[in-house]
């Protein structure tokens, strides 16, 4: 059975006193430190499994271990990049893409972060979205959803290891918010030799995971880039060399959706697996504001493949509680085993946080409010930007609205 640890320090937002309008392309997060800080250094290299959750964050969380912490707001930054690093500007020629190349991305978005971006990730869910004024509803184009990225050789001195990173933001264009609603679980059946079809996930995130993108940018699904580009950077590395390997998943909201499915694809497939003994490389998911993502059966085949995951999440944040606010955990236990492939069931284990500021109600959800509480454990800065409609939003899905 997973161990399951919840950690709930108070954390109050302190707002500007005069609120602003919600901008989704600036993101409330904390500067990088210029300098490290104690916890930030040897330490990280000599316990490395454990902050990847090789003993599922035993001891870890209560209270919350420095360099622990250190490396989950570590990961929250490198996610936010993808939100500052996003052209929103309709007029601009590349909206909805990278405003950077893949050398400049992390030295523009988080003022260098030690990984070297090796792909940019495109999405586009198979959906019809309606416009105004437009006589039948448009597809869907691909939209920047993340990148692909391996530490430098400083960084991986730092770290203990070599770790390969995909980094996911959240939800932004009309057809993700589609997808994001259609709660409806079916099997995801993502190894064609063992389809498993009692491990279900939800039919939007797996529509926007393995659907091709529409716009002719790159032609291939999601998963089909991100299982190439990280299966190629795992091969690069899998001599024996002695060096050790990590996989670092990382999402916000629909992008921790993605990260868990993603995480789920490789070691079903055991693309995590190097050298001639099959040694597995661990697999760990950050989620920040993640919603449920699958069944009983997905969960307990995550856990059986050791696929590790944690989840901050606000305990103010209704898109945690999202999709089965009525069929889930709780509710399977009362209902008994024959409901529970109808249920839906978090996965890994729950650092719980406390933050919340009435005169911003979307701040619950929003990324930079996520890591602030993270790094200061009391106060933070304003929570303004993804947050606000990300909140209204998903309330409809408390319902579970399909």
């Known amino acids: 059975m997973a161990f399951t640890a919840t950690l709930r320090p108070r954390c109050t937002l ?5 609120p602003r309008r919600p901008n989704p392309r600036r993101l409330a997060a904390p500067p990088p430190p210029t300098t490290p800080t104690p916890s930030t250094t040897a330490p990280v290299a000599a316990m490395w499994r454990q902050v990847q959750g090789s003993g599922d964050w035993d001891g870890l969380l209560q209270p919350l271990h420095p360099v622990l912490r250190d490396e989950v707001a570590r990961y929250g930054g490198l996610v936010g ?33 030690g990984y070297e971006v090796t792909k940019y990730i495109y999405a586009a869910p198979d959906v019809a979205v309606p416009v105004p004024g437009a006589a039948t509803p448009l597809q869907a184009a691909g939209a920047w959803v993340g990148y692909v990225a391996v530490s430098t050789d400083e960084m991986t001195r730092r770290l203990g290891r070599r770790d390969v990173l995909v980094s996911f933001r959240g939800t932004v264009t009309p057809a993700e918010w589609t997808a994001n609603l259609m709660s409806l679980l079916r099997p995801a059946r993502l190894d064609a030799r063992r389809p498993r079809p009692d491990v279900k996930v939800e039919s939007g995130f ?29 091969a690069s590395r899998a001599g024996d060399d002695g060096e050790d ?43 920040f504001g993640g919603p449920r993502v699958g069944n009983a059966a997905f969960k307990a085949r995550c856990d059986a493949l050791g696929v590790k995951a944690l989840r ?3 305990v103010r944040d209704p898109v945690t509680c999202v999709p089965g606010a009525l069929l889930n955990e ?6 008994g085993g024959w409901a529970g492939g109808a249920c839906y069931v978090h996965v890994g284990v729950e650092l719980a946080l406390d933050f919340a500021s009435l005169r911003d109600l979307g701040s619950v959800h929003d990324l930079g409010a996520y890591v602030s509480c993270l790094v200061t454990g009391s106060g933070g800065r304003d929570g303004q930007g993804h947050g606000a409609r990300l909140f209204s939003l998903f309330y409809l899905q408390l319902m579970d609205l399909k």
């Open 312 to 314: 901050v999440a606000n």
């Open 206 to 234: 797996l529509n926007l995971y393995t659907s091709p993108a529409s716009d002719g940018r790159t032609g291939r699904s999601c998963r089909e880039q991100l299982l190439g580009e990280v299966s190629r950077l795992l």
């Open 81 to 113: 990049a993808c939100y500052d690093a996003l052209d929103m500007d309709r007029a601009s020629a590349g909206y909805m893409r990278c405003k950077y190349r893949k050398q400049r991305l992390l030295e523009e978005a988080s003022g260098g972060a």
């Open 245 to 287: 390997v990590s996989v670092t998943l990382a999402g916000h909201s629909m992008g921790a959706a993605l990260a868990l499915l993603l995480g789920y694809d490789l070691a079903e497939l055991g693309l995590n697996r190097r050298g001639r003994g099959g040694r597995r490389i661990p697999v760990s998911v950050f989620s």
């Open 14 to 18: 302190q707002l500007a006193t005069s």
């Open 330 to 335: 709780r509710t399977g236990e009362l209902l």
